[in-house]
């Protein structure tokens, strides 16, 4: 069966293999995805037809990606036909009992506790531009949720090109007598310089991008995604120095926290959006409301982002249960781990970092006074015989 995968942001063919021992990838992918190889050039491979393989390097820890389910597996670089990536008998058997419908060309099975559905390429009535899958909470218990999910599977879908035109347009407002901004573009090494070149080209066919001369310009970044796949960012730093400021206020994000307790929590969307309910016929009733908007509107979401019918999710660094809210794990564990600070500087950011969970500390005020006073002009001086705090 073909599976459409994404490695490093970048779409391909994988076959699912249950007779091969090994996992494959197309050797010019190494280069192009910028992937890490150990050479073994005494290694060869023996395909179906008996013929053997010169492999072209060994990439280990390469991530994946199959609809919203991530995997790192070790590939072999070899000179592949059609296909972009063979997955092996080691790979189907991680992911524990399948059901196979090969009629229908589709496989289920349970990973993590959520059941998914994982549906070929050429299967009947599907769209193929991108990967049908279901992740949904099993303790649930409820199908009605899958068959929500189906009705608004667009929304889950690639977007291709902007939105609907509405009725404003957005302008951004510079100070008087500002002459154009233009920065000139930062050094990339060739991988950045071929990955840039690679979305550009890929936003040009779906609109979302124009050719221009206009006598503005701003670098571009690449930063890494969880996944290892690259975001675009456009470093606007400059220009917005000399843009005039939209003033209107922002939520508490305390007074949202607030609102969520004992509520099933969908957060759905890429900005950290989350919808609440008291009840499951509630929570679908909302879910609904929501993705009928979005579907309205032309928007889309991303299903590896999306954790719909959940009763635990992580929120805006915290972690929202029926249970009330709770300090994220991660995060504790970032200020447990902090570096002894050297300098004033580096303990005000200690401070700033644990003083965002003082809500969750009972006398947090008084056990962080005698580093406050650390603060103080000319005052820093630890003492590691006293644990670093005077008078401690």
């Given at each position: 069966?073909?599976?459409l995968?994404?490695v490093?942001?970048?779409?391909?063919?994988?076959?699912?293999?249950?007779?091969?021992?090994t996992?494959?990838?197309?050797?010019d992918?190494?280069?192009r995805?910028?992937l890490t190889t150990?050479?073994?050039?005494?290694l060869?491979?023996l395909?179906g037809?008996g013929?053997?393989v010169?492999?072209?390097?060994?990439?280990r820890?390469?991530?994946?990606?199959?609809?919203s389910?991530?995997?790192?597996?070790?590939?072999f670089?070899?000179?592949l036909?059609?296909?972009?990536?063979i997955l092996?008998?080691?790979?189907l058997r991680?992911?524990g009992?399948?059901?196979?419908?090969?009629?229908?060309?589709?496989?289920t099975?349970?990973?993590?506790?959520?059941?998914?559905l994982?549906?070929g390429l050429g299967?009947?009535h599907?769209?193929t531009?991108?990967?049908?899958?279901?992740?949904?909470a099993?303790?649930?218990?409820q199908?009605?949720?899958d068959?929500l999910?189906?009705q608004f599977?667009?929304?889950?879908?690639?977007?291709?090109g902007?939105?609907?035109a509405?009725?404003y347009?957005?302008?951004?407002?510079?100070?008087?007598?500002?002459?154009p901004v233009?920065?000139r573009?930062y050094?990339y090494?060739q991988?950045?310089k071929?990955?840039?070149?690679?979305?550009?080209?890929?936003?040009?066919?779906?609109?979302i991008?124009?050719p221009?001369?206009?006598?503005?310009?701003?670098p571009?970044?690449?930063?890494r995604?969880?996944?290892?796949?690259?975001?675009f960012?456009?470093n606007?730093?400059?220009?917005?120095?000399k843009?005039?400021?939209d003033?209107f206020?922002?939520?508490?994000?305390?007074e949202?926290l607030?609102?969520?307790h004992?509520?099933i929590?969908?957060?759905?969307?890429?900005y950290?959006?989350a919808?609440t309910?008291?009840s499951w016929?509630?929570?679908?009733?909302h879910v609904?409301?929501?993705?009928?908007?979005?579907?309205?509107h032309?928007?889309?979401?991303?299903r590896s982002?999306?954790?719909?019918?959940?009763?635990?999710?992580?929120?805006l660094g915290h972690?929202?249960?029926?249970?009330?809210?709770?300090?994220d794990?991660?995060?504790?564990e970032?200020?447990?781990?902090?570096?002894?600070?050297r300098?004033?500087?580096?303990?005000?950011?200690f401070l700033?970092?644990?003083?965002?969970y003082r809500?969750f500390?009972?006398n947090?005020?008084?056990i962080a006074a005698p580093?406050?006073?650390l603060?103080r002009?000319?005052?820093?001086?630890?003492?590691e015989?006293?644990?670093g705090i005077?008078?401690?």
């Amino acid at each position: 069966m073909l599976l459409l995968v994404t490695v490093r942001g970048q779409r391909l063919v994988a076959l699912l293999d249950s007779g091969s021992t090994t996992n494959f990838i197309h050797a010019d992918l190494l280069s192009r995805l910028g992937l890490t190889t150990t050479p073994h050039p005494s290694l060869c491979v023996l395909v179906g037809n008996g013929d053997r393989v010169p492999c072209q390097g060994v990439a280990r820890d390469v991530v994946l990606t199959i609809g919203s389910e991530e995997f790192t597996v070790t590939c072999f670089g070899i000179t592949l036909g059609e296909f972009d990536l063979i997955l092996d008998v080691e790979f189907l058997r991680t992911l524990g009992p399948i059901l196979w419908d090969f009629e229908s060309l589709c496989m289920t099975f349970t990973r993590r506790g959520r059941r998914i559905l994982w549906r070929g390429l050429g299967a009947p009535h599907i769209d193929t531009k991108a990967p049908s899958t279901h992740a949904v909470a099993a303790s649930t218990g409820q199908p009605l949720l899958d068959r929500l999910l189906l009705q608004f599977a667009a929304v889950f879908n690639e977007p291709c090109g902007l939105p609907l035109a509405r009725p404003y347009d957005h302008r951004i407002h510079l100070l008087p007598a500002t002459a154009p901004v233009t920065i000139r573009p930062y050094r990339y090494p060739q991988l950045q310089k071929d990955e840039l070149e690679r979305q550009c080209s890929a936003m040009l066919q779906q609109g979302i991008i124009r050719p221009s001369t206009s006598s503005f310009s701003a670098p571009v970044l690449l930063v890494r995604k969880p996944d290892n796949s690259w975001r675009f960012c456009i470093n606007y730093h400059t220009l917005n120095a000399k843009t005039s400021k939209d003033k209107f206020p922002i939520p508490v994000v305390d007074e949202l926290l607030e609102e969520l307790h004992g509520a099933i929590s969908s957060r759905s969307w890429s900005y950290a959006r989350a919808t609440t309910s008291s009840s499951w016929t509630e929570h679908l009733q909302h879910v609904v409301v929501v993705l009928r908007a979005l579907q309205d509107h032309h928007l889309h979401l991303k299903r590896s982002k999306c954790s719909i019918g959940a009763s635990l999710v992580a929120y805006l660094g915290h972690v929202i249960s029926a249970r009330g809210v709770a300090m994220d794990a991660d995060k504790v564990e970032t200020v447990a781990s902090w570096p002894v600070p050297r300098s004033a500087r580096a303990l005000r950011g200690f401070l700033g970092l644990a003083g965002y969970y003082r809500k969750f500390i009972r006398n947090f005020g008084i056990i962080a006074a005698p580093l406050m006073r650390l603060l103080r002009r000319d005052a820093f001086a630890w003492d590691e015989r006293r644990g670093g705090i005077p008078g401690a």
